[in-house]
């Protein structure tokens, strides 16, 4: 069994703005904790140690306030209980055996392999393997809270874009997407470093990062193409800011990680952004 305090939520997680996490599924949390997780508007979700996950159960009053959660088993994406029946996209008729051409889109609906949907899928999915990949090699290091929030952002992406939900205000590292943006625009103001361009003299650790930027690059490109439509409107504005933004924090670890002094905390990158520039220069 694992209590889950405030301190034990603030050690293990960064924490940010709608961030996903997954707690065992013998937790007991402390009245403070679940404040925490309700003013951080956290999603929770509870994982066994068979990898099942389930999500919390409200009472009758809409409320999930006891110390012993009532747990439901969920698909990890969707987060429902049961499986959607699925019909074609062109003939809409339910699909009773799945041919190998055929897949899902969402949960009700299939489409043909070549769907340009599925590509953008694609792009997202082997972007979540390299950050997932990033957050083994970077698991004892300061980068380890910010490649967190990164996958937390980038499956919050999948699940909007699966599940045609809007996509929520995005943080990574507790800040948010204007200040994301100042960060990576003027590094040299704010982080004390100026812009760099990938090279093998900033070391191992950049190298790494530049793939999963490069990642999230084609994935908004990939997106772009299903969500600008011949008009130049965008169908999901949400979706393209966010993968925007996604890029531009990978970029802003790259100039922190090539800096002299490293990865600033989250409060000295505010206390930057609000002095309007670091002292560094």
């Not at 190998?100 to 792009?123: Q, S």
């Not at 925007?244 to 990158?269: C, F, H, I, W």
Request: proline letters at 4%; a negative charge.
């Amino acid at each position: 069994m694992t209590f889950i305090t405030e301190d034990w939520l603030r050690d293990n997680f960064t924490l940010s703005e709608g961030s996903e996490i997954h707690l065992p599924a013998d937790s007991r949390m402390t009245p403070s904790a679940r404040e925490l997780i309700e003013s951080r508007r956290l999603q929770v979700k509870f994982q066994d140690k068979q990898g099942r996950l389930f999500v919390e159960t409200p009472d009758e009053s809409g409320k999930t306030e006891t110390a012993v959660p009532d747990l439901k088993a969920v698909h990890g994406l969707t987060s429902k209980d049961k499986a959607d029946v699925a019909a074609c996209e062109l003939c809409h008729q339910p699909v009773a055996k799945k041919p190998d051409t055929l897949t899902h889109l969402n949960g009700h609906t299939m489409v043909a392999k070549n769907d340009p949907r599925l590509a953008f899928r694609a792009a997202l999915d082997a972007t979540i393997a390299e950050a997932v990949w990033l957050q083994t090699e970077f698991a004892q290091t300061p980068l380890k809270g910010w490649l967190a929030d990164i996958r937390s952002v980038l499956g919050n992406i999948m699940r909007a874009d699966a599940l045609n939900e809007p996509l929520g205000e995005q943080s990574i590292a507790d800040l948010n997407a204007d200040e994301m943006h100042k960060l990576s625009h003027n590094p040299l103001k704010y982080l004390g470093h100026d812009h760099i361009v990938p090279d093998v003299s900033h070391g191992r650790d950049a190298a790494a990062l530049n793939l999963l930027r490069t990642k999230v690059r084609e994935t908004e490109v990939s997106a772009a193409r299903i969500y600008i439509d011949c008009y130049f409107q965008v169908i999901r504005p949400d979706i393209m800011q966010a993968l925007n933004r996604l890029s531009s924090a990978v970029y802003v670890l790259m100039v922190m990680v090539v800096r002299e002094g490293g990865v600033m905390t989250t409060q000295a990158l505010k206390q930057a952004l609000m002095q309007g520039g670091t002292h560094a220069h």
